[in-house]
């Protein structure tokens, strides 16, 4: 019930809230500053530190501390509207310092006082002090100074959840000092525990507001507790401390949602100074938090003090409040038992394990099992391919580059130039001579295996329990049989080898040892995208293949030349002795055909005798005078003068 001070028939003396009022109202104030400072202090390193696990779970209690305080605040003001009403006003020490400046300013002064420029100076500072006050105590009541201490506060509280939110925190190792920290943050629990047993304990006729203070007590301490496991059971291979670091902050967050809402509809509300104040902090998301739980009846009392409605009087919420433990435990039952049945989709399969057992291989449709925890299907890939780059772990995540468009250009992934470094590549060293030594030199080289899991259920059965983690083995495996490969080859042989060969011959090695191992990988194709030197010895070695093409040119350039000089010799050689036997040999068929004309003629003067030789004379005579002019005269026409023969030439006259 409340008071109203404008009843003259209202016996404060009587009612038991009113005179404990100056009590609370201390503990309160006292409360209420310790828990404000304690939260904007958290705030305060929460916004300065790194995204970190510790600085989810200081935000998160930062916010739920702040919420408490908010909490504390618009109870005191309560408390504070008594202790004015029997005539008490537990005012902050700065207020009642402020009310004695200006009273003190008001007091009529000396005439040496007045004539002075100082005691003009504070009778004037006083005046306007006090005008002040009158001006703002008209404009502002105290319902809006309530309702802006539960907003700001609330507000503050939701800026540190906003702060500290993140679901990407990965697991980590705290060490002895989260162990330290989780006693603390358990000591500290304590604390609110017996505050909360403290406002449990009062009387409600002693103090309404208790059990909502007890209320927000209690979510502050079971944000407490939920830090301090996420503390105790923080390391590096579980994720889920982390996240419950995060979703804690839920909590606090949807509490100072509310506080904000409450805060915001006030201020548009108007009430009596002379009419006892209503708690504004009275949460209802804040009721849940109490054991056993009761959210039906939670949410009848609400709608029963707030709207009148009555759903006790209901025949059917009463049905359903007597039938909901034994409906819910039937449903639950159906779906435990639904978890025994398990569905693998078209493109997959899965082993189903019997009490930890593998039993068989599913295929892909619908199957009944037992249900949990009896048994479970584990899903297995089928048919599934994928590509594994030997130097990118599975940790590293690679900045994706857009894909390219047909008039754009190439993506990074095309890029396969020496003199410029890549992601995907990994550096092999490699057998090298130089100066008739031994040596080594290092190449960086990216190499792709595209594998996938066996389609024999021996192979699913091997890749699932050999191995925890397929594409660490394909890697660790291949980097081996990569160094150990490589380690014998040349760079020259390397870069002049046929690829597909080499390909072949690496694809071969990984999955022979990966069968070896029974891991029921299989390896469909080995890709060698880039075999080059470092990017930083580029352009050394541009130069030093440069000196080598450019020797290897000259020496081929020069033996080209003596090749041709030499073929040049061989041919003058050929062609003067062809010369000199082709003459001999005419020389010699000439003397031949000489001695054989001699031996005819010789013969033919042994027969013939004088004729032979007249016969001669007149050959060798028409042989002599073919090409002259000769008249031949008979010696007989002109008696005994003898033959004459005319030599002479005559020419033919110019004109005949």
Known sequence: ??????????????????????????????????????????????????????????????????????????????????????????????????????????????????????????????????????????????????????????????????????????????????????????????????????????????????????QLTRVAIVMLVLTSIALFFSRWDSVWPARLASLIGIIPAALAIELILRAVASVFSRRSASLEPRLLADSFLASFFQWPPRPFNTLQDELKSRFGINLKQNWAFSFIRRRFFPVLSLIVTIAWLLTGISEIPIDGRGIYERFGKPVTVLGPGLHAGLPWPFSRVIPVENGVVHELATSVSEGDTPVESEPSTADGPASDSANRLWDASHAAEKSQVIASVSNDKQSFQVVNMDVRFVYRIGLSSEAALAATYNSTDVPSLIRSTANRILVQDFASRTLDRLLGEARTELSADIGSAVQQELTRLNSGVEILATILEAIHPPAGAASAYHSVQAAQITAIASVARERGNAAQQVNDAQMSASLAQDKAQATAREAKSNAEIANLRFSAEQKAYRSAGKAFLLEQYYSQLSKGLANGSMIILDHRIGGNVGATIDLRTFALPSEP
């Open 1 to 214: 019930m409340q008071i109203d001070l404008d009843n003259e028939e209202t016996n404060l003396s009587a009612v038991s809230r009113i005179q404990r009022a100056p009590f609370h109202a201390r503990r309160l104030l006292t409360l209420s500053t310790y828990l404000t400072v304690l939260g904007v202090i958290g705030l305060f390193f929460t916004w300065k530190m790194l995204p970190s696990l510790w600085r989810t779970l200081l935000g998160n209690n930062s916010a739920a501390l702040l919420v408490l305080a908010a909490g504390i605040e618009s109870a005191y003001a309560v408390a504070r509207w008594r202790c004015c009403a029997i005539g008490q006003n537990p005012s902050p020490s700065w207020i009642v310092w402020r009310r004695s400046f200006t009273s003190a300013a008001q007091e009529p002064t000396t005439s040496v006082e007045t004539a002075t420029r100082i005691g003009r100076a504070k009778q004037q500072l006083g005046l306007w002090i006090t005008q002040f006050d009158e001006r703002v105590l008209q404009r502002i009541s105290g319902e809006f100074i309530e309702a802006l201490w539960l907003g700001g506060l609330s507000a503050l509280a939701w800026f540190a959840v906003k702060t500290s939110w993140n679901l990407t925190l990965s697991g980590e190792d705290l060490g002895q000092v989260g162990s330290v920290m989780g006693g603390v943050v358990l000591l500290l629990a304590f604390g609110l525990l017996v505050l909360e047993r403290a406002f449990t304990g009062t009387p409600s006729a002693e103090w309404p507001e208790a059990l909502r203070m007890a």
